[in-house]
């Protein structure tokens, strides 16, 4: 069985006839997902989805590399709020992404409505007791450790993915301290990923996920293509073959980790 904790059914190509590529990935083994907002509307197809497919879940969030002004974030999140019902497993995707922000004149103003959005996400899953799901880069280490920071600020001790993850390994060390969950996606798959398959080296067998982060980050033999939703089987297959990962541990994880899933089968079985 697998899970995918982060799927984008609701971004194009997969949006119109998203449920041609859930049944695909049905029959390459994929059981339940997580099907992951970036931004309001995003989020709302997300939530549209999960009430139509019992096994499909939504997390709602604004991406940080949806640049946006504090006024128009603050409209768009209090009405994403709004919308959380059952179906809802995780708030996210959220976090910081400096990546981008390099040559930027704005990088400064930039950061800082990155760190205020994310504190926005962080307060809502504490008030929901709903997990987070985490995006983190940068070409250097200061946005994971900033990530760290926010969280001990913010007093969070939810549970919490790093959604392809990535970053230094002292870091990846201390994020598992404060109880991070990663997740791997198909990246884990290319030859030049070698710090990756390290970092999946030392997260214990009972914080490891799995992802495609479809329409993103296809497997090695699909490079240049979109990823589709169904090739989390071929990175399962390769994390299982090369990296010794125990598959079913990694769904283990995923409904352990989806409490609220769980609790939401139980009251509908
Ligand atoms: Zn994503």
Same mark, same amino acid.
């Given at each position: 069985?697998?899970? !995918? ?17 859930w ?10 997902s ?7 509307e ?6 549209q ?10 997390a ?9 002004q ?11 709020? !709004?919308?959380?019902n059952?179906? %809802?497993?995780?708030?996210? +995707? ?15 103003? /930039?950061?800082?409505?990155?760190q ?6 962080? @307060?809502?899953?504490?008030?929901t007791?709903?997990?987070l ?14 990530? /760290? @920071?926010?969280?001990?600020?913010e007093n ?17 060390k ?8 990663c ?22 067998? !009972?914080r ?8 993103? /980050? ?7 293509k ?8 071929l990175?399962a297959?390769y %994390? +299982?073959?090369?990296l010794? %990962? !125990?598959?079913a541990?990694?769904? +283990? ?15 509908? %079985?």
């Open positions: 069985m697998i899970i !995918d904790t982060h799927v984008h059914y609701n971004l194009e190509p997969f949006f119109l006839g998203w449920q041609e590529h049944q695909k990935a049905q029959e390459h083994g994929v059981e339940k997580i099907v992951v907002g970036t931004d309001l995003t989020s709302q197809r997300a939530l989805i999960a009430q139509t497919e019992k096994n499909l879940f939504a709602v969030g604004i991406h940080p590399g949806e640049i946006m504090d006024k128009v974030f603050e409209k768009s999140f209090a009405e994403l709020s !709004d919308k959380i059952e179906k %809802v497993v995780a708030i996210g +995707e959220t976090g910081l992404d400096y990546f981008h922000l390099e040559n930027d004149a704005q990088k400064t103003a /930039l950061i800082a409505a990155q205020n959005h994310f504190r926005a996400h962080i @307060r809502l899953a504490k008030n007791h709903l997990p799901i985490i995006h983190v880069r940068d070409r250097e280490e200061t946005a994971y450790w900033d990530v /760290l @920071r926010i969280l001990e600020e969070f001790s939810g549970k919490y993915i790093l959604h392809c993850v990535s970053g230094p390994l002292p870091y990846i201390k994020a598992l301290k404060m109880g991070a969950f997740s791997i996606a198909g990246n884990i798959t290319y030859k030049n990923a070698q710090h990756i398959r390290e970092i999946v080296d030392t997260i214990p067998a !009972d490891l996920l799995l992802e495609t982060d479809a329409p993103f /980050l296809p497997p090695q033999e699909f490079r240049g979109p990823c589709e939703p169904w090739m989390i089987s990175t297959a %994390v +299982e073959k090369e010794r %990962v !125990d598959l541990q990694v769904a +283990e994880n995923a409904q352990l980790f989806l409490k609220k899933l769980n609790e939401y089968n139980a009251n509908t %079985v």
